[in-house]
């Protein structure tokens, strides 16, 4: 039988971050960074948006079922 156990050197922290920062840059493309910001910061706040009127509609669902 084969053995396809493979061991892997751990991951840092700072490989993680280099890692996403070089993904953002081939996304973000020709777009400035300044302006790129932009829809960073737009995209957090929706996020937090979202996760905070989820929570408030669960609560909601909740106070209506029967315990």
Not at 3 to 27: E, K, M, R, Y
Not at 31 to 54: C, E, G, H, N, Q
């Amino acid at each position: 039988m084969n053995d396809l156990s493979v061991t892997h050197a751990p991951v840092s922290q700072d490989d993680i971050n280099g890692a996403v920062w070089a993904a953002c840059d081939t996304f973000r493309g020709t777009v400035d960074p300044s302006i790129y910001k932009d829809y960073v910061l737009t995209m957090l706040f929706l996020s937090k948006r979202s996760a905070k009127s989820s929570s408030a509609s669960i609560a909601k669902l909740r106070s209506w079922l029967p315990c």
